[in-house]
């Protein structure tokens, strides 16, 4: 199976640079997301990989041979539009059928690869179906299914489920990774939602600015993010400035904050005097006695069944915290704790 590598990769739109100097690597039979608002590039580095875009610098290598400028249909590759780009006028086997017939592959074959596609996407009573007479999510399974009739050993997505309701895209969402998995493919999936990048990804690449500001698995990147834009992206986390005042041997580092002193444990030094940090809403402990005790007023209620979103004013700034406590109300005022493992040091402040 086939492994991607791209170095220094750089795109240029006139003076307006959407990808600048991105490298990385992505392992064979590995699921790699790309996370990032619009306009961070992320769907340019996808067509750069495909080969609908030529990088104006860098290289890009698919199982150790440099394709930088080779065309798509001479890419081992396939690319699931997230518009789903079916023919309106073929049936849904002649649709899946189409790649393989345009590549001349034998009948044989070809009964044997299309057989197995419309078996793992449940595909059999819409076969004479035009596109029209289909639903999204059995759109989106076509759709899938006429890239993976080819057997590539890339498949590329982008966006695919966005135009679906909640509880479809969770149930194709789900489809997808099987697939992935069951054919061992490599993937590489474009995305603007956190929960669908958490859930799929053995690994995920933050973009920001046509960078990658941070490439882990999801559990990394949701516990030990390194920059503020990361921490925020990815969940919710109550972001502020801090002093480091001292650091003993153990790994504990003392602040000053906008909201008095915190101490913070950590494996990492801190990389300079002055830096951004971060906590998470649901580890405020409303209950505990321990370190990094802090006062608040809420302003704001939200209750989401198993726990209850609360904003909260301190110190002329709002944070978020969740609590199981649902008794809690607009206007009252809470303590709260934060054990210090639980406060993460980012990036150093400019």
């Known amino acids: 199976m086939s492994g991607i590598s791209a170095r220094n990769l750089k795109m240029e739109f006139g003076d307006f640079v959407a990808v ?9 039979g590995e699921f790699v997301t790309l996370l990032g608002p619009s306009g961070c590039g992320k769907t340019t580095l996808l067509k750069m990989i495909s080969g609908f875009l030529t990088p104006t610098g860098g290289e890009i290598h698919l199982a150790g041979q440099n394709v930088t400028r080779t065309p798509p249909e001479k890419r081992d590759t396939a690319l ?5 780009a079916l023919f309106p006028h073929l049936t849904v086997l002649e649709n899946l ?17 299309l057989d197995a596609v419309i078996g793992n996407l449940d595909l059999s009573l819409h076969l004479s179906k035009l596109p029209n007479q289909l639903s999204g999510g059995q759109q989106q399974r076509v759709a899938l299914g006429r890239a993976l009739v080819m057997r590539p050993n890339v498949i590329l997505f982008d966006e695919p489920l966005s135009n ?35 859930a799929m990804s053995d690994r995920v690449f933050v973009m920001n600015g046509g960078c990658i500001e941070q490439a882990d698995t999801p559990e990394e990147l949701y516990s030990a993010p390194k920059t503020s834009f990361v921490a925020d992206f990815i969940g919710s986390a109550n972001v502020l400035d801090a002093e480091v005042t001292s650091a ?36 405020a402990d409303l209950s505990a006695n321990g370190k990094n005790r802090l006062t608040a007023r809420v302003s704001h209620r939200a209750f989401q069944g ?17 609590t199981s406590k649902p008794a809690i109300r607009e206007g009252d005022t809470v303590t709260f704790s934060l054990q210090p493992e639980q406060i993460v040091l980012l990036e150093a402040m400019a």
């Open 20 to 28: 600048r100097d991105v490298s990385f690597e992505v392992g064979s």
């Open 80 to 84: 699931c539009f997230q518009s789903y």
């Open 97 to 113: 059928e189409f790649g393989l017939r345009q590549k001349k592959v034998p009948q044989a074959d070809r009964k044997e690869r």
């Open 164 to 198: 679906l309701d909640a509880k479809l895209r969770d149930q194709v969402r789900i489809e997808i990774r099987r697939i992935q998995q069951d054919f061992g493919l490599t993937a590489i999936y474009v995305t603007h939602d956190q929960a669908e990048a958490l």
């Open 248 to 283: 003993n041997g153990n790994g504990e580092i003392e602040l000053s904050t906008a909201l008095g002193p915190l101490v913070a444990r950590t494996d990492t030094p801190p990389q300079s005097s002055r830096v951004k940090i971060c906590w998470r809403p649901e580890h």
């Open 306 to 322: 198993h726990f209850t979103d609360l904003h909260v004013e301190a110190s002329g700034a709002e944070y978020r915290v969740q």
